[in-house]
C-alpha cells in the first residue's frame, strides 16, 4: 500500500513538473532568430512574457510617417511592457531600397526612432522570413501581407491577437485599446 501511495504521489509530482514546462515554454512567434538592423542576432525569445507589435516598415511608403506614431506608442508603453518592432521590407513598390545604415540614419534623423529594428526582410511569397509565415498563417485575419506599415499584435503569452492594414494607424482607438487589454493582461 505504501509502495501503491510512493508511485502515485511520485507520478503526480512528475506530471505537475512537466505540465509547469510546458507552460513555460517559448511560444511559436518567440521561437525565432532575426538580425538586427546592426547585423546582430536577435533571439525573439528575449521578447517573452511582453506584448508585442511587429510591423513591416517603409522610408519611402505613403505610410511612413507612421514611425511617428510607432515611436510614440514605444515611448508611452515600454515601461509597461510593450515591445515595437519593425521589420523593412522592399517587397512593395520598392519603398525600402535602403542598406542597413541608410535605413538606420532615414528613422533616427527624421522619426527619432528608438524601438527594435530588424534587418530588411521579405515578408510574402517563397522567400519570406519564417516569422512573417507563421504570423499570416495564424493570425485572426490570415493571407499574405497587403502592404507597408501592416500591424500585428502578439500578447504576453504568445498568441497573435490582432492584425490592422496599413490604413489603421497605430495610435487608432482600435489599436489603443487593443495594447491596453493585452498589457493589463498577465503573462501565462
Known sequence: MKTLLLAVLVSASVLTVAAGAAEKSTPAVLNFKMKSLAGKDIDLAQYQGKVLLIVNVASQCGATPQYRQLQELHEKYA?????????????????????????????????AVTFDMFAKIDVN???????????????????????????????????????????????????????EAELAKSAQ
Open 79 to 111: 515601461g509597461q511592457g510593450l515591445a515595437v518592432l519593425g521589420f523593412p521590407c522592399n517587397q512593395f513598390g520598392a519603398q525600402e531600397p535602403g542598406t542597413a545604415e541608410e535605413i538606420a540614419a532615414f528613422c533616427k534623423d527624421n522619426y
Open 125 to 179: 511569397g517563397e522567400q519570406a522570413a519564417p516569422l512573417y509565415k507563421l504570423l499570416t498563417t495564424k493570425a485572426p485575419k490570415t493571407g499574405p501581407v497587403k502592404w507597408n506599415f501592416e500591424k500585428f499584435l502578439i500578447g504576453r503569452n504568445g498568441e497573435i491577437v490582432a492584425r490592422f492594414p496599413t490604413n489603421v494607424k497605430p495610435d487608432a482607438p482600435e489599436v489603443i485599446r487593443a495594447i
